[in-house]
């Protein structure tokens, strides 16, 4: 089930708290999207050893991703050039699922319906947060009423398959107004929720907020509370707790994000962009200008490393364990060998014995506890 990925790297404002790729710079717009067009042609032949083939030479794919930067920027009429692009050298297999991600000051009436004429049909909406103060905290662009009108007006254009991006853990959003954000979701029906812990992550304006004492630092308890919140309450409400950061009603699944996790190769384009086969990683290069002169010089604007047996065991670990089906013994013996599952029996032992971890016959999954400290495990058990 392979998929293909398209970044694009445009925003209208920087989000304090960022560090994707991304610009505010609207100017090369137009030479970025000529780029795209040329490197979807220079780069159609990727997936073609893991992909099956239409009667017309077209490689069949599962799923389609816009994320960015903000793909909703781009006009309907860009986008529709996209994928004429794609269609081009690919075919969507039926039921095939394409995302855009979208924030909520884009999506108006008309543009919905605009879209709906695409072959767009999921939503990724980047909420955040339904609270004044945290949206000033984050510099997000949109206010609280365009949050939730975003979503009634994907639901009045007819898109069912919507997910909501929230961030907790910002210093100006306390419990109970957490329980709210979250409320607003299920009261909205909303299928698909991820939630992310804001971090702080190096070179970002929030980083230096905090380093020169203009902001209070992330507090980790106060996290770790929201956290708990969130699962007893979405669980409560009929999502299952599917990855760590993802909740979803049956039949809502990001299908894009589960291929990531089962190791399913895909090929991502645009600048920074990653992809990947199973034997080798590559991505793009992060610089949306440098990105148009190599695409224009007929290059691909890519570095790659090779994925040792060590390094695919510890990815598919890391990603595996995040999921709520765990590591599976058989798989790791099956693609590993017997060697690293020794490993990994003899390294689950002790979180097995403390309930971090929980033995569901041939998988090994993360108790509630050890939901907590996943990236902590996930390290112990890596070769
Ligand atoms: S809209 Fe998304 S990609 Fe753009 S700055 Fe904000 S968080 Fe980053």
């Avoid at 009667?55 to 069949?60: E, F, I, R």
């Avoid at 939503?123 to 984050?138: E, M, R, W």
Wanted: charged residues 25%.
């Amino acid at each position: 089930m392979p998929g293909v990925y398209i970044h694009i790297p445009f925003c209208r404002q920087a989000c304090h708290y960022c560090n994707f790729h991304f610009t505010v710079s609207l100017k090369h717009k137009q030479d970025f999207l000529q780029c795209l067009h040329e490197e979807i042609r220079l780069r159609q032949d990727f997936l073609a050893p893991y992909a099956e083939k239409t009667k017309n030479n077209k490689l069949l794919i599962d799923t389609l991703y816009f994320g960015g930067g903000t793909p909703s920027i781009l006009k309907v009429s860009e986008l529709i050039g996209i994928l004429r692009q794609i269609y081009e050298f690919f075919e969507l297999r039926s039921g095939a699922e394409v995302t855009l991600e979208a924030n909520p000051d884009d999506l108006t009436i008309e543009k919905l319906m605009a879209l709906r004429q695409t072959s767009v049909n999921r939503l990724s909406v980047g909420i955040q947060s339904f609270q004044y103060a945290d949206l000033q905290y984050l510099n997000r662009i949109h206010s609280p009423a365009q949050a939730k009108q975003s979503i009634k007006n994907a639901y009045k254009t007819g898109f069912k398959n919507i997910s909501v991006d929230l961030i907790y853990g910002t210093p100006t959003l306390d419990n109970d107004k957490w329980r709210d954000n979250l409320h607003t979701i299920t009261d909205l029906a909303v299928p698909h929720v991820s939630a992310y812990c804001l971090t702080v992550e190096p070179k970002t304006t929030l980083s230096v907020f905090i380093k020169r004492g203009q902001t209070e630092q992330v507090n980790e308890d106060h996290a770790c509370d929201q956290f708990e919140i969130m699962i007893d309450l979405l669980v409560k409400s009929g999502y299952e707790h599917y990855e760590i950061s993802n909740f979803g009603k049956q039949g809502y699944f990001s299908k894009h994000n589960l291929s990531y996790w089962q190791g399913i190769p895909y090929l991502g384009l645009g600048p920074s962009a990653h992809s990947y086969n199973g034997k080798t990683r590559q991505w793009n290069i992060s610089n949306t200008t440098e990105y148009i002169s190599r695409i224009k010089k007929g290059l691909i604007p890519c570095e790659k490393e090779k994925i040792t047996a060590r390094k695919a065991f510890n990815e598919y670990i890391m990603t595996s364990l995040r999921t709520q089906w765990g590591c599976s013994k058989d798989k790791i013996n099956r693609e590993f060998g017997s060697r690293f599952l020794k490993h990994f029996e003899k390294e689950a032992s002790s979180h097995l014995e403390n309930g971090l971890l929980i033995d569901n016959q041939d998988n090994i999954k993360l108790s509630g506890k050890g939901k907590l400290l996943a990236d902590k495990i996930a390290s112990d058990l890596f070769a």
